[in-house]
């Protein structure tokens, strides 16, 4: 059974046309990471919740919003993408206080 | 960059052999993790150690830990063709965040 599900697993989308990436999960934990990784990188984390809190990296580019309406679900917005922008996306869940992060399958973002 | 390195980048072997991958990260840590990622999909937790810990075992993965040196490695005895996957090291930098190795491929051939 998934335990962190991504949607959608492909996504294609013109240079500036913004795009919206879900993740869900069923564990009920309270951390949540979105994850860039570009071909043949370590991912890299863009953002991540602690329950409501919002924290963000500081390179991440302004770009990139995130939304997390509640524990079971978080968006990523990317406003208007760029080339450099394509990448696989990777949600990944944890309970706080614990060490292991559960990743989703991801989406695989292609900006043209 | 807090981001670690792996090495080697790549690695190839037979069925039957073993694989040591090796891995040196920068910051302090709480503890090391080693994850695997099967060719455009998500991340599968497989290890964890502890700063205070120097070895662990897990049915065929053994990781050791050097704090000292800042470094770890994940040895996988008697490899199988799906052992193929890429292979991260990840640290906590005492926070809530994983800072990822640069990864080393391993394709493992029948």
């Known amino acids: 059974d998934a335990m962190v599900i991504q949607n959608p697993r492909y996504q294609v989308t013109q240079f500036g046309k913004p795009v919206t990436l879900s993740c869900s999960q069923t564990l009920n934990h309270n951390v949540m990471y979105w994850y860039q990784q570009k071909s043949s990188q370590a991912p890299k984390l863009l953002f991540h919740?602690?329950?409501?809190?919002?924290?963000n990296e500081a390179d991440t580019p302004d770009n990139f919003q995130s939304r997390r309406p509640n524990t079971s679900f978080c968006f990523l917005d990317i406003r208007s993408p760029g080339l450099g922008d394509t990448a696989m996306y990777l949600c990944?869940?944890?309970?706080?206080?614990?060490?292991?992060?559960?990743f989703g399958p991801g989406t695989r973002l292609l900006v043209l | 960059s807090q981001q670690g390195e792996e090495d080697p980048q790549a690695l190839s072997i037979q069925e039957g052999e073993n694989a040591t991958m090796n891995c040196s990260y920068k910051?302090?840590?709480?503890?090391l993790q080693w994850y695997r990622q099967n060719s455009g999909r998500g991340l599968v937790h497989l290890i964890l150690?502890?700063?205070?810990?120097r070895e662990k075992h897990s049915g065929r993965l053994r990781v050791t830990l050097d704090t000292s040196k800042k470094s770890s490695s994940l040895l996988i005895t008697a490899s199988r063709a799906a052992d193929t996957a890429s292979y991260f090291c990840?640290?906590?930098?005492?926070?809530?965040?994983?800072?990822f190795g640069t990864g080393t491929r391993l394709q493992v051939f029948p």
């Open positions: 990944a869940v944890k309970r706080g206080g614990q060490e292991t992060q559960y």
């Open positions: 990840a640290t906590d930098g005492n926070t809530d965040k994983l800072i």
């Open positions: 910051t302090s840590i709480n503890n």
């Open positions: 919740y602690y329950d409501k809190d919002f924290n």
């Open positions: 150690i502890r700063s205070n810990e």
